[in-house]
């Protein structure tokens, strides 16, 4: 079932998660937001995958789901062969030990009452048999791997800065030695002169540990620095997907153009006012018709209007939209 | 004439440790039609900065120490509180980082812009009703007579933004500061923003102080920049010559470690990121000397001790620092 | 580290003192009163303060500030243990109907919600009556009186922390519910229940003076603030001391409780911890 370096880790086809709106009285018709709508994502042992998109794109939703912490409402999710989709209780538990999280959030994602080693153990207390001393020994040479030192281990969380409290976050995610880490926005909450050593560190345990990364970020030179493979998200479809060099150098979709115009490159030499697109992201409980993009698109026509369009291959990578050229 | 001329300015917070400098000696000046850049990271004292030049420290728990704020050929520091606020909305202004919560949300957008013409005494209504919907139009938002009744929750983010940009400019003031307009921000929405500030910069002639972390935004918005680090400015000069040659081991550092786009071709081995070790020095600790020396590769007995004065090194290119690499 | 901050605030000082010297009366009563509390003198009925009845006497000659001084012991008693027991049951309640939410939140909270329907006075009554005056039984309906009322902040305290990365990293480390609620939402709630405490502190002895002031509190002749009110109210311009003085030593409890609970709020709420350190 689980095969040795390029066999498939992770299979997500037709992934949906559809969130149900309170309505004010009965009498008014459901309504829903379709948060992950019709996603197929496939990773293999090793690999990198960056998934972007702005805010209420999805992406945080997709995470979830995939590492079920929530269930979905469609589609499978499938670990290492086994199907996890629906998986409950100790199943659900147990397959936790292959994919971890790191969230964005330094500051929230660390107990303030427990102390450092305790918490890059409880992965351990949980789902593994090693006995307590052991069990401590194994998250102290864990924090040292991060960077931290053993007489750190004892301390609290607000002793130490953000960039030393992601440490954390991520020695606790290799706790168990898990196959993927899903890493969410890892270093947009950090400062920039301390995200290098925080890339730098994920980029030499993943060669140290053979992990596979889903990376969420809306930063695109963080995920063309650290993924082989992107999938760009828009109102919880995947609207372009593929290798990062073959999407970034010459993308093919009107919204990763326009992502990729919209950045400030950091070389004043090249001063380029950044291309807007006009428009606000559209209200998720009542996405536009046909294709979802299409108000906001330069080269919308009528068909954009009435037709989703369908992901197909194109010089390389997979792309959904009518008018690629 | 420079439009806002900063001196050695000292900005202290009280804390159960005892005062400290949250903005040490910092000087800088903004000429109209030009966008300064203040970068820096958490505890740099960027944000500290705008809020002393406005006048916005909370006395309960800062104040101005020292130094002085020339604008229009007054010191703003030596101001009695009034004559402050008078000019507060009107000569000068601020745009904040989190546009939802510098919004009111009990009040209507029309009504906030309103209020900014009701503090400086201009009463009529009508009038009033007319120079918003003036406002808007000048910020591009889209149906600005529908956007006047809505209320904050009701309209996105980069709305609010242009909302908040469209109260800064009631008065058509001389100099604006933007704290950190777009980090709040999609970076489509980021652009459009941006765009509306450097527009309105070369219309209206203001001068702006830009505040960002974004190494990014600074390369393409600004025409000059100014580095902080730890309450210091550690290096300014036009934008192009400082991204070109940086002469500070700080702004070095910053530069090279921020990842960019670089289009590799496939296949293309990944280099390592430049690191800078070590964090961000708190308020709270005291350092005598350089504030960065700890974090750096070049530092010398004589950085620890003695804080090093800026100094031109080519013209309009000034950075304080003792390593001699650094001329 | 948290009892230096406590020593530093005034407010904290204050309703220690005023908490700790209750506490300490009531422990050395046997040996600070002056007077046993039931002996009576017929002779000095109804007397004013004086040399040799500090606060005066009751209608049957027994010393008010003995009676006072005995009187903190079941008041405090019942006190403490009441909002204790209430405390811990309605904790356990409202943590586990605040973090599963759904239908344990709905079969839990039924219950707690009639309970807190009834008036507090008809509830003791009704107990009272049922179970007969014992001090256990007064505990005991006291410390129901606050069971669901522990519940619903404790409900809303678990509510809030489970929205937490912290708790949901919990739960992607594969840990087992009950674990998650023992090891990161309960000790993280113990600030809020700590300062509820406090505060319920007051009120159970006011309810306890209330039933007592009733005649179904602490029955006489053992002395409790509540009954030594009950006695005294119809005399109180005649004999204005008898309800002077343990209405007095009622109300600064009542403060000191306060008092506490309001620092003990601002000391250690997580948010404000950034401006202490």
């Known amino acids: 079932m689980s095969g040795g370096k390029d066999s498939m880790l992770l299979e997500v086809d037709n992934l949906s998660m559809r969130f149900t709106l309170r309505r004010r009285s009965p009498f008014q018709p459901k309504r829903h937001v379709h948060a992950v709508n019709g996603i197929n994502i496939r990773l293999r042992q090793g690999e990198t995958l960056g998934i972007v998109g702005e805010s209420g794109c999805g992406k945080t939703t997709l995470a979830r789901c995939i590492l079920r912490l929530l269930e979905p409402t469609d589609g499978s999710i499938k670990l290492n062969g086994r199907d996890i989709t629906h998986a409950k209780g100790a199943t659900l538990r147990q397959a936790r030990r292959d994919m971890q999280f790191v969230f964005q959030d330094p500051y929230a994602s660390l107990d303030p009452r427990m102390r450092a080693y305790e918490l890059v153990r409880e992965p351990l207390d949980a789902l593994s048999d090693l006995p307590r001393a052991e069990a401590d020994e194994r998250a102290i040479a864990l924090l040292e791997k991060v960077g931290l030192t053993r007489a750190q281990a004892k301390q609290y969380p607000h002793q130490f800065s953000g960039g030393q409290r992601q440490r954390i976050g991520i020695a606790r995610a290799l706790a168990l030695n898990p196959k993927l880490v899903l890493a969410d926005e890892p270093v947009s909450a950090l400062d920039v002169s301390v995200r290098a050593q925080i890339l730098n560190l994920m980029a030499d345990l993943r060669a140290e540990f053979g992990l596979s990364y889903i990376v969420i970020s809306h930063d695109l030179a963080i995920i063309e620095h650290v993924c082989d493979r992107v999938a760009i998200i828009y109102l919880g479809r995947i609207v372009e997907q593929g290798e990062v060099e073959t999407i970034f150098n010459a993308p093919k979709h009107p919204y990763t153009q326009a992502l990729l115009a919209a950045i400030p490159d950091p070389d004043p030499t090249e001063r380029r006012r950044a291309a807007d697109i006009q428009g606000d992201l559209p209200n998720p409980s009542a996405p536009p018709p046909g294709c979802t993009f299409h108000p906001r698109c330069p080269k919308a026509t009528a068909l954009c209007r009435q037709q989703a369009p369908e992901p197909r291959q194109l010089d390389g990578r997979e792309v959904s939209c009518h008018h690629t050229d | 004439m420079a439009l806002l001329d900063v001196n050695n300015l000292v ?297 090093p004065p800026m100094r031109e090194r080519t013209a309009g290119h000034a950075t304080a620092c003792h390593w001699e690499g650094a001329a | 580290m948290i009892f230096s901050r406590i020593l530093k605030s005034p407010k904290a000082l204050t309703g220690l003192i005023l908490v700790g010297g209750m506490v300490l009366l009531a422990l050395l009563a046997p040996w600070i009163a002056p007077y046993d509390p039931l002996a009576i003198d017929p002779v000095a009925s109804n007397q004013a303060p004086s040399a040799q009845y500090w606060l005066g006497t009751d209608f049957f000659g027994r010393d008010v500030l003995s009676r006072m001084i005995w009187g903190a012991r079941p008041s405090l008693l019942i006190g403490f243990a009441s909002v204790l027991i209430g405390c811990v049951i309605g904790s356990l309640i409202g943590v586990t109907a605040g973090y599963f939410r759904g239908w344990v ?127 005294g109210r119809n005399n109180i311009l005649g004999a204005p001391w008898l309800t002077t003085f343990p209405g007095l030593m009622l109300t600064m409890t009542l403060v000191g409780f306060n008092l506490l609970g309001d620092a003990l709020r601002d000391i250690l709420d997580p948010r404000l911890r950034g401006l202490h350190n």
């Open chain 2, 11 to 307: 900005t202290e917070f009280t804390t159960p440790a005892g005062p400290r400098r949250a903005v040490n000696e910092v000087s800088f000046a903004v000429q109209r039609g030009e966008i300064l850049g203040l970068v820096g990271e958490s505890g740099s004292g960027k944000s500290v900065t705008a809020l002393s030049i406005m006048g916005l420290v909370d006395n309960q728990v800062g104040r101005i120490a020292g130094g002085s704020i020339g604008f229009g050929g007054m010191d703003l520091t030596k101001l009695p509180a009034a004559e402050l606020r008078a000019l507060r909305g009107k000569r000068l202004s601020m745009i904040f980082q989190e546009p939802l919560s510098a919004l009111n949300p009990c009040y209507t957008i029309g009504d906030q812009i309103a209020e900014a013409f009701l503090a400086h005494g201009d009463t009529d209504k009508r009038k009033n009703h007319q120079r918003v919907l003036d406002l808007l139009r000048l910020v591009h938002i889209p149906d600005p007579e529908g956007v006047l009744r809505r209320y904050p929750h009701e309209i996105s983010g980069g709305m609010r933004q242009r909302a908040m940009i469209a109260m800064a400019l009631a008065y058509t003031p001389e100099l604006l500061i933007a704290d950190e307009p777009t980090t709040a921000l999609d970076v489509t929405i980021q652009a459009q923003v941006l765009n509306l500030i450097d527009r309105l910069r070369r219309e209206l002639s203001l001068g702006v102080v830009l505040i960002t972390h974004d190494i990014g935004i600074v390369a393409q918005y600004t025409d000059r920049v100014a580095v902080m680090y730890g309450g210091r400015i550690v290096e300014t000069g036009p934008t192009a010559e400082v991204f070109a040659a940086p002469k500070h081991p700080y702004t070095i550092g910053l530069l090279a470690s921020v990842p960019r786009l670089r289009h590799r071709k496939p296949g293309e081995k990944r280099t390592r990121l430049q690191e800078i070790p070590g964090s961000v020095p708190s308020i709270a600790e005291i350092t005598q000397g350089c504030r960065f020396a700890n974090r750096c590769a070049h530092s010398m007995p004589q950085c620890a001790q003695q804080v």
């Open chain 3, 105 to 231: 939140d709905a079969v839990l909270m039924r219950p707690v919600d009639v309970l807190l329907s009834f008036p507090i006075v008809v509830l003791a009554l009704a107990m009272v009556a049922a179970l007969g005056p014992s001090l256990i039984n007064l505990i005991l309906t006291i410390s129901l009186l606050f069971v669901p009322r522990f519940a619903r902040v404790v409900r809303g305290e678990a509510m809030a922390l489970r929205e937490l990365d912290y708790v949901e990293a919990a739960r992607a480390c594969g840990q087992r519910p009950f674990a998650i609620i023992a090891r990161h939402v309960l000790p993280n709630a113990t600030a809020q229940i700590i300062v509820t405490c406090t505060v319920f502190m007051a009120n159970a002895i006011l309810v306890e003076a209330g039933l007592s002031f009733l005649g179904v509190g602490v029955t006489p002749p053992e002395p409790s603030w509540g009954n030594m009110l009950a006695e």
